[in-house]
Nanobody
Framework: VQLQASGGGLVQPGGSLRLSCTAS????????IGWFRQAPGKEREGVSC????????YYADSVKGRFTISKDNAKNTVYLQMNSLKPEDTAVYYC???????????????????????GGQGTQVTVSS
């Protein structure tokens, strides 16, 4: 069971990137997927989450209106489209998976990475001119 985040890179402020989270060894249909990021010297931050059963999405206030999470079940992949990137978005981005959870519980827990069951290597995103 493994998750792999990819798609990071160097982008100028105002630019866009699309991150991918691909699962191997299990199907994402049964799992809620969260994106997290950690910048040097800072705590890991919950960025976004998608509920596998009903598609409900959650976002940190810092990324609302700029980031969009989506899921392609056929490709067993979750995406994070990041637009209007800012230097403060610079971080290593990780995806994590947790068994599908009731919506009322996921709403309270999605931003805590320790509440997830599986994770993997992150991908570096650097926003700089």
């Amino acid at each position: 069971v493994q998750l792999q985040a990819s798609g990071g890179g160097l982008v100028q402020p105002g630019g866009s990137l699309r991150l991918s989270c691909t699962a191997s060894g299990f199907t994402l249909n049964d799992y809620d997927i969260g994106w997290f990021r950690q910048a040097p010297g800072k705590e890991r931050e919950g960025v976004s989450c998608i509920n596998s059963s009903d598609g409900t999405t959650y976002y940190a206030d810092s990324v609302k209106g700029r980031f969009t999470i989506s899921k392609d079940n056929a490709k067993n992949t979750v995406y994070l489209q990041m637009n209007s990137l800012k230097p403060e978005d610079t971080a290593v981005y990780y995806c994590r998976a947790r068994r599908n959870t009731a919506a009322w519980l996921l709403r309270r827990l999605w931003m805590f990475s320790d509440s997830y069951d599986y994770g993997g290597q992150g991908t570096q995103v650097t926003v700089s001119s």
